[in-house]
């Protein structure tokens, strides 16, 4: 939850206030809002600031989306200082997910940023935007055009939750006036440091003046300074022509160290950074030199609005009276204020609403609407040319063609949210009733029938001619999935028709084995030359090889064959195997 802390003669108490309104001052106070961000490398933002307004005491660190408040009892003047950077850095990722998560973060905290714009230019009677740098940042006028719509969308909504306020006039309490400062560099520039009245560098006022015609031709430009119906607008800029206090100050300031040394090439750079550690330290003091003018600049057009009151606007952008409450009962009605634009459930309202906050993120816009055009594209490239039925791996295989597609379209911190959206519906396709059966056969080839139990038979549609155990015979089988379909029920078969008339001895003790032994001619009918003479055999295959088999001595005396016969083996796995006994 948003933390705002108000310093009022030395209290602090969160806000919206949940104590007694008359416990704070009840002296009328012009509310001026302060927010920006400082230069690298020079003072920070809170520190110029409690140089510049006398007794304020802003703290450097505090929550973030904080805003601290100090009373100036002898200005009637109530700061309101948002201690946060308008432009808050990419965050750097190291995957896709963490990509989508930061950018997600970081467009939640502008949303958090365009809260505090509704609510600080909304009770404020003077906004003042300081800038880092000597030009105008432009990336401020977008936050500002999502806000002056979305505070067009929220005035009537605004008026039936607070009611008859009597600080409030159609929404807030009046349009604020808009204040500029910048950070000057001189010897950027090349402006000599001429001081005129009250100490004020003269080159750096002309600058402010030419400053307001650009700020104000820039705002007109955009169109964030309609002529007419200044309620409308989120802020005021006085024109060029009007008799006005200014509403651009220059805060003089030096060149870093960095920038004086690229003049300094020459020099040696020990020395020279040693020498300038004098003018890194004392920037306190350079901008306590400053703050004054700061503060003057800020006070004269407080004073400004306390004098002309309504005469400071134009007829045509604001006929209504100003008007500077009291602190208690300004507070009550800020804190009511507050609680609204708190609400999460305002920003997805209407489709209006919406849309300017989606604005906010163009970069999520154009990634979602390439992810959203890309992914039937890459949906069509998983299911394109699929069988009716297939394994894990064809699955993986088409997803993994589908995702490459979405890749080569899709752009942008949503491809993620896509990609994972594309897997899960791929794997819906698949799960669908089309699932094959994941079974391999034992010379490797998969099954092809759908999915089904482990009681139905696999099969793959192959068929492999096999001779019989005694190699006489040969006969087409099915692609075996298992041992036993493959050692024994195919020569089982064939058992009978051929090779029952040979008499067989099992041999090792072991029965798992299932090797057997059957004679089938004298050793002397076999020639080295020629091998076996059979049909049946592979050119170059058969040639027997030695091979020693170990037996008992009393399964060796069952053999009934005659002395030097060849011996014929089938092994579990449907190999035939001879050899010669001695």
């Known amino acids: 939850r948003i933390q705002i802390l108000f310093e009022i003669m030395s209290l602090k108490f969160g806000f919206p206030y949940d104590g007694d309104y008359l416990n704070l001052p009840s002296k009328p106070a012009a509310v001026v809002g302060l927010m920006g961000n400082s230069r690298a490398g020079t003072a920070s933002l809170t520190t110029i600031l409690n140089c510049t307004i006398s007794g304020a005491s802003f703290s450097e660190k505090c929550n973030d989306s904080s805003i601290q408040a ?65 030009t105008f940042d432009v990336t401020y006028l977008k936050p500002f055009r999502i806000a002056t719509h979305l505070l067009q969308y929220f005035q009537s909504a605004v008026k039936e939750a607070l009611g008859s306020n009597p600080v409030f006039h159609q929404s807030r309490i009046h349009i604020p006036k808009l204040l500029f400062t910048f950070q000057s560099n001189s010897a950027s520039m090349h402006l000599p440091p001429k001081k005129g009245r009250h100490g004020y560098n003269t080159q750096c006022k002309r600058l402010a003046l030419e400053m307001e015609k650009q700020v104000f031709h820039i705002f007109r430009k955009c169109r964030l300074l309609p002529k007419h119906h200044g309620y409308n607008a ?43 550690l004098s003018a890194v330290a ?34 045509e952008i604001s006929s209504e009276p100003l008007l500077f409450h009291p602190v208690n009962v300004w507070c009550e009605a800020a804190s009511a204020l507050f609680e609204f634009y708190s609400d999460p459930h305002i920003y997805t309202a209407t489709p209006a609403v919406i849309r300017s906050v989606s604005e906010l993120d163009p970069e999520g816009l154009y990634s979602e609407s390439r992810c959203e055009k890309s992914y039937p594209v890459a949906l069509s490239g998983y299911t394109d040319n699929l069988p009716s039925h297939y ?47 994941e079974g391999i056969s034992l010379t490797g080839n998969a099954c092809v029938l759908p999915l089904h139990s482990k009681e139905k038979v696999h099969s793959n549609r192959i068929r492999i001619r096999n001779s019989c155990s005694c190699g006489r015979s040969q006969s087409y089988r099915s692609d075996p999935f298992d041992l036993e379909t493959a050692n024994s029920g195919f020569y089982q078969s064939l058992l009978e028709k051929c090779c029952s008339t040979l008499p067989q001895t099992r041999l090792f003790g072991r029965p798992q084995l299932c090797w057997m032994t059957s004679p089938l001619s004298a050793a002397s009918s076999y020639q080295t030359s020629t091998g076996i003479e059979q049909p049946g055999f592979l050119l170059g295959t058969q040639f027997l090889l030695p091979w020693d088999i170990p037996a008992e001595d009393g399964h060796i005396n069952k053999l009934s064959e005659p002395k030097n016969a060849w011996k014929h083996r089938t092994n579990r796995s449907g190999d035939t195997c001879h050899t010669l006994s001695q």
């Open 391 to 437: 394994t894990k791996v064809v699955h993986e295989n088409q997803l993994h063609h589908a995702l490459q597609v979405l890749r080569s379209r899709a752009k942008g911190p949503y491809y993620e949210t896509y990609a994972e959206k594309l897997r899960n519906d791929c794997l819906k396709i698949w799960e669908d009733g089309r699932q094959g059966c």
């Open 282 to 315: 004392p920037q306190y003091s350079e901008i306590q030199d400053d703050g004054p003018h700061l503060s003057l600049f800020i006070k004269r057009n407080v004073t400004h609005l306390f004098n002309q009151g309504s005469l400071a606007y134009p007829e």
């Open 234 to 276: 989120l802020a005021y800029l006085p024109a060029l022509n009007d008799n006005k206090e200014p509403y651009v100050y220059f805060m003089e300031g030096k060149a870093s160290p960095s920038q004086d040394y690229a003049s300094n090439k020459h020099v040696d750079p020990g020395l020279y950074f040693i020498s300038q």
């Open 70 to 134: 100090y009373f100036e009892s002898s200005t009637s003047s109530l700061y309101l200082y948002y201690n946060k950077a308008l432009t808050v850095p990419t965050q750097t990722a190291t995957t896709r997910c963490q990509y989508l998560e930061s950018h997600k973060e970081h467009i939640n905290m502008k949303l958090e940023e365009i809260k505090i714009w509704l609510w600080m230019f909304s009770v404020c009677h003077l906004v003042v935007v300081f800038h880092p740098s000597q």
